[in-house]
C-alpha cells in the first residue's frame, strides 16, 4: 500500500467529513430557528432542501455545476497560498470570449466547435487572471486587492459587449443581449431531466474535481503548490520558483471560472445576457471552505450548496419566504463554518481559564 | 539552612509532552548553580516557571525559605529573582540608561530623575566593575555589553537571584571569559545565580554546584569539584558521549568551490560580503569562523544561489555557477544545510516524505512526464528514515511530529544522500542534542574522508576547531584571516572575529 492512502489519512478525512455534516446539520438547525422565529415556516428550508434532493434534483445539478467549478478554481489557490477573488471577473471573460468565438464559427460539427468555444473560454479566463498574477510576481501588487478590483471592470466590459458590439441588432425588446448561439453549439442537457437546464457541465465539473486531485496529489505541479503554498522559503532554496508555480495557479484557476462562463453561456441562456451570474466567486470560497479545500470534497459540497441555491429559489416560488432569507441561510452557514476556525481557539481560552481556576483553589486550599 | 531558590517537586504539562516531571532544584545562597542538560530537557520550561511566565501543574515554590506564588516576571523581580534571558530584551534605539530604567524609572515632579538614576547605576556599575557607556544607544554596542547591560538592569531592580540563560551561547571566547569574571564578582557579593548552559566546560570552570536535567527529570545532583565531564555528559545524555571525533588523514584533492572577488548585498540592500576568495578542495572541511552577522549568511546564500552577487565569480568543479539557478546549481553537485532549519531546511506541515524529496522530485525514477511515483518515493523515504535513524513510525508523519534533532536529521538526510560534490554546511548542528552532534560530525567527517568538499559555517567555534582542515575567520563582511588546523588557539581565532587583528591579505591558495 502506497503511503499517501493509508488508514491514517483515512482516518482523518473520516474524521473532517463526519464534521463538516455536523457542521452543515447545525447550520439547518439554526437556519430553521431563525425561520421559526421570524414567523415564516419554520421546516421551509428542510423541506426546500428535501425536494432539491428528490424530485427537482435537476435544479441542484444545475446550480451545483457552476458552484462546483468555482470551489475548484478557489481550491487550487488556497493550496498554494495565493487567494483569488476574481473568478466572478475571469468567468465573465470566458463567458464572452465563448460567445464571441460561437457567434463565430461557420455551422460545422457540434463536438469540435462546442470544444473551440470552451478552449476559448478557458484562455480568456486564465489570461484575465494572469493579470493579477503577473502584478503580485513582478511588483507585489496584493491579489487580493487587484483580483477583486478587476471583477468590475469585467462585469462593465461584458456590459459594454452586450449593450454594444455583440448586441442583437433584432432584439425586441430592451432587453440586453448577444444573438442567441447556432445551436450546434449549445451544451447538450440531459435528457433523464428534460426540461430542466441540468446539463452534461455537471460530467464536466466531475471531471475537473478528478483531474485536480490528480494534478494536485500526483503530480510534479503538485507537489510543488503543496510545498509553495506550506513554506515559500523552503521550496526557493530546494530550487523551485514559487513566483511561476503562482502564475500557473493562477492560470489554472482562471481557466475553471472560464468553464463556468462557458458552460452558463451555452447549457442555460444559449445567448451572453447582461447580469448573469448571481456571484458564483464567493460562492465557491464557501464550497471549498466546506469541503476543507480538498478537490473531490468540493464535488459533495458543490452539491449541497446547490440544492441549498436550489431550495431558496423553490421556497420563493412555492411558499412565501422570500429568497433574500435563503441569502441569511447562506450566511449562517459561512458563519458555522468559519466558526470551525474559531471554536479551537475558543475551546483552548476556556481550557486554560479553567486550569486557572482550578490551580487558584488548589492554592487556596493549601494556605 | 535556609536555600536561596527551592523548588519542590515541580510538574508541568504541555499538550503531548511532560516538560517537567517532579522536578526539585535547590539553589544555595551566594552559589554559582549550573543547569545543564540537552535542548529539551525541560531547563528553560523549570526556569520559566520560576521567573513567573509559566505556571506549574504542581509543585512547590520556595525562595529564601518562604513559599511564594509566581504569578507574573513582575513578581519575580519584587522577590528578588532577575533573569537574562537568551535573546536580550532591550529597545535598540534607546540608550542604555533608558534601557536600564524600564521598568523602575525614579521621579521628581513628575519627571524622570535622570541624575539620581545615573548616580545610582554608576555606583552599581562600579561596585561590580561593569562599565558600560551610560549614553550609547544599544544598537551602537556591542552583543557582550547589551549582556551588561542585561545584568546592570537586574541589579538596579534589586535581584538577589539571578537566572543566566545559555548566556555564552552568542559570546565569543574572550567575551566569554570576561562573563565568567563578572559571574564571580556577583557571587563574590552575595548574589545567587543560576546558569543555564549545555556548554560543560564552562560549568566546570565557573559553577559550585551542578544540576543535570534529561528528558524532564532531574538525573544528577553534584558538587562541581567532584564533577568530570565525561561524567555530566553521561547524565546528560544517558550514555557515554565521544565528542573526539576520529579523522582520515588530510589528503586533500581537485578544487570543487572556487570562489573568487564575490560581493553581495543583504536583503536590505547593503554590502554584506565583500570581495571575499577562497577555495574548497576534494576530502578538505573549510569552515568559516566568525560571530554571527558578518556575512556568512549572505555569503552562502550567495554561493546556493538563494541571493543574486554582486561582483565576482563562482566556479563549481570548474563549472561557472554564479548565474544559474538554484536548481542548476544543485544538479551540478551541491547540497546545502540551511542555517535556519524552520525557515528554509522543512516545512512543518508537510509529510517527512516530501520533505525528504525535495531535491529529486522531479528527476527519474521518481517522476515520468510530470506524474510522481509515490511507492518508488516511500520506499526510498523509508529507507532515507532508516538509514539516518531518523525516529519516526513512518514516513507519512508530518514534520511538525519530530523533534529539532530529528528534524536536522530529515535535511541531513536529504542533503547528503544526492551524493553531491560539495556538501555546504550551514550551523549543522544548531539547536540540536548532543547525541544528533555526535552523529551528525561523524557524517560530516565521513563525508570529508570518502573525499567530498564540505564548507561548514558555524557560530560554535568548538565545532569549526574540531572539524575544519582550514579555518576562514569572517568579519564585516571579509576574509580577515585563514588558518590550517591546529594554527592558532581558540583566543586567537576570537581576536579575529571580533575584528582586533587581521592578516595580510594573503595570495589565497
Redesign the interface.
Known amino acids: 500500500m502506497?503511503?499517501?492512502i493509508?488508514a491514517?489519512?483515512i482516518k482523518a478525512s473520516s474524521f473532517i467529513v463526519i464534521k463538516q455534516i455536523a457542521l452543515i446539520l447545525a447550520a439547518l438547525l439554526f437556519a430553521t430557528i431563525f425561520l421559526k422565529a421570524s414567523q415564516f415556516e419554520a421546516w421551509a428550508i428542510v423541506n426546500g432542501i428535501k425536494t432539491s434532493l428528490t424530485t427537482d434534483l435537476a435544479g441542484t445539478i444545475r446550480w451545483a455545476t457552476p458552484l462546483i467549478l468555482a470551489g475548484l478554481a478557489i481550491s487550487i489557490t488556497f493550496k498554494a497560498q495565493v487567494f483569488n477573488l476574481g473568478v466572478d471577473g475571469q468567468l465573465y471573460m470566458g463567458a464572452a470570449a465563448a460567445t464571441v468565438v460561437a457567434l463565430a464559427l461557420p455551422n460545422q460539427n457540434g463536438v469540435l466547435s462546442l470544444t473551440l468555444v470552451f478552449v476559448a473560454a478557458m484562455i480568456a479566463g486564465a489570461v484575465f487572471a494572469l493579470i493579477p498574477a503577473l502584478l503580485k510576481v513582478y511588483f507585489d501588487t496584493n491579489e487580493v486587492v487587484s483580483t477583486l478590483l478587476l471583477n468590475f471592470i469585467a462585469l462593465l466590459y461584458m456590459e459594454y459587449l452586450v449593450t454594444g458590439p455583440l448586441r442583437d441588432p433584432d432584439a425586441s425588446t430592451n432587453l440586453n443581449a448577444s444573438q442567441a448561439l447556432p445551436e450546434n453549439t449549445w451544451l447538450p442537457r440531459l435528457d433523464y431531466f428534460e426540461p430542466s437546464a441540468a446539463n452534461v457541465g455537471i460530467y464536466i465539473a466531475i471531471a475537473m474535481a478528478i483531474l485536480i486531485s490528480f494534478v494536485y496529489y500526483?503530480?510534479?505541479?503538485g507537489?510543488e503548490i503543496?510545498?509553495v503554498g506550506?513554506?515559500p522559503?523552503?521550496a526557493?532554496?530546494?530550487?523551485?520558483?514559487p513566483k511561476r508555480t503562482t502564475i500557473k495557479v493562477m492560470a489554472i484557476s482562471g481557466a475553471l471560472a472560464g468553464i463556468i462562463g462557458a458552460i452558463e453561456v451555452t447549457a442555460i441562456q444559449h445567448k451572453l445576457l447582461a447580469g448573469f451570474n448571481p456571484g458564483y466567486g464567493f460562492d465557491g470560497i464557501v464550497v471549498s471552505l466546506l469541503a476543507n479545500n480538498n478537490p473531490v470534497g468540493v464535488i459533495f459540497s458543490g452539491l449541497f450548496f446547490g440544492s441549498l441555491k436550489n431550495a431558496g429559489i423553490n421556497m420563493e416560488r412555492f411558499t412565501d419566504v422570500p429568497s433574500a432569507v435563503t441569502e441569511v441561510v447562506m450566511a449562517i452557514i459561512i458563519l458555522t463554518i468559519s466558526a470551525e476556525i474559531l471554536m479551537p481557539k475558543i475551546i483552548k481560552r476556556i481550557k486554560i481559564s479553567k486550569k486557572?481556576k482550578a490551580?487558584r483553589q488548589e492554592?487556596s486550599q493549601n494556605d | 539552612m535556609t536555600f536561596a531558590v527551592e523548588l519542590n517537586n515541580i510538574r508541568k504539562e504541555y499538550p503531548g509532552v511532560v516538560a517537567n516531571n517532579d522536578v526539585s532544584l535547590f539553589v544555595e545562597q551566594g552559589e554559582i548553580h549550573g543547569l545543564i542538560g540537552e535542548n529539551g530537557a525541560g531547563k528553560s520550561t523549570i526556569m520559566n516557571i520560576l521567573y513567573g511566565m509559566a505556571k506549574p501543574d504542581s509543585g512547590v515554590i520556595k525562595i529564601l525559605g518562604e513559599e511564594k506564588e509566581i504569578q507574573s516576571p513582575h513578581q519575580a523581580i519584587q522577590f528578588g529573582i532577575g533573569m537574562v534571558h537568551q535573546h536580550f530584551m532591550l529597545m535598540p534605539n534607546l540608550s542604555v540608561l533608558q534601557n536600564i530604567i524600564l521598568g523602575r524609572t525614579p521621579t521628581k515632579n513628575f519627571l524622570i530623575d535622570e541624575k539620581s538614576a545615573r548616580k545610582e547605576i554608576s555606583e552599581i556599575m562600579s561596585a561590580y566593575d561593569l562599565n558600560v557607556d551610560l549614553d550609547a544607544k544599544i544598537e551602537e554596542i556591542s552583543v557582550g555589553q547589551k549582556q551588561r547591560v542585561e545584568i546592570v538592569k537586574a541589579l538596579y531592580r534589586q535581584v538577589k537571584i539571578l537566572i543566566m540563560d545559555e548566556p555564552t551561547a552568542v559570546l565569543t571566547p574572550s567575551e566569554t571569559d570576561k562573563l565568567m569574571e563578572v559571574m564571580q564578582r556577583l557571587k563574590e557579593k552575595g548574589c545567587t545565580i543560576i546558569f543555564i548552559t549545555h556548554k560543560l566546560r564552562e560549568v566546570m570552570h565557573v559553577t559550585d554546584r551542578i544540576t543535570v536535567m534529561q528528558k524532564g527529570i532531574v538525573t544528577g545532583r553534584l558538587d562541581t569539584k567532584d564533577a568530570t565531564i565525561p561524567e555530566l555528559s553521561r547524565m546528560m545524555v544517558g550514555r557515554e558521549v565521544d565528542l573526539k571525533m576520529e579523522m582520515g588523514s588530510f589528503a586533500p584533492g581537485e578544487k570543487v568551490l572556487e570562489v573568487s572577488h564575490l560581493s553581495a548585498n543583504s536583503h536590505q540592500g547593503l554590502p554584506a560580503v565583500r570581495d571575499v576568495s577562497f577555495d574548497v578542495r576534494q576530502g578538505e572541511i573549510v569552515g568559516i569562523a566568525g560571530i554571527e552577522g558578518n556575512g556568512q549568511t549572505e555569503l552562502i546564500e550567495a554561493i546556493s544561489g538563494m541571493i543574486r552577487s554582486t561582483h565576482g565569480e563562482i566556479m563549481l568543479s570548474g563549472k561557472k555557477i554564479d548565474r544559474l539557478s538554484v536548481r542548476k546549481r544543485r544538479e551540478y553537485g551541491m547540497a546545502h544545510i540551511p542555517e535556519d532549519r524552520l525557515k528554509f531546511g522543512v516545512s512543518k506541515e508537510c509529510t517527512i516524505m516530501d520533505n525528504l524529496i525535495l531535491n529529486r522530485y522531479y528527476q527519474k525514477p521518481f517522476c515520468a512526464y510530470g506524474v510522481m511515483d509515490h511507492e518508488k518515493l516511500s520506499n526510498f523515504s523509508e529507507e532515507l528514515c532508516q538509514n539516518f535513524h531518523i525516529k519516526t513510525p513512518d514516513a507519512s508523519c508530518m514534520v511538525k511530529t519530530l523533534s529539532g534533532g530529528n528534524m536536522q536529521k530529515v535535511v541531513f538526510a536529504r542533503e547528503v544522500e544526492i551524493d553531491g560534490d560539495l556538501l555546504i554546511a550551514a550551523q549543522p548542528t544548531r539547536g540540536v542534542d548532543i547525541g544528533a552532534i555526535e552523529y551528525i560530525h561523524k557524517k560530516i567527517i565521513g563525508l570529508r574522508d570518502s573525499g567530498k568538499a564540505v564548507l561548514l559555517v558555524s557560530a560554535e567555534l568548538d565545532e569549526i576547531m574540531s572539524l575544519s582542515d582550514r579555518i576562514l575567520v569572517m568579519y564585516e563582511g571579509e576574509i580577515v584571516a585563514e588558518f590550517s588546523r591546529n594554527e592558532a588557539s581558540q583566543r586567537e581565532i576570537g581576536e579575529y572575529m571580533m575584528g582586533a587583528k587581521r592578516q595580510d591579505r594573503r595570495k589565497i591558495s
Open positions: 502506497t503511503n499517501w493509508n491514517k489519512a500526483r503530480t510534479k505541479l507537489y503543496k510545498l506550506s513554506n522559503r523552503m526557493t532554496y530546494g530550487g523551485m520558483m486557572n490551580h492554592v
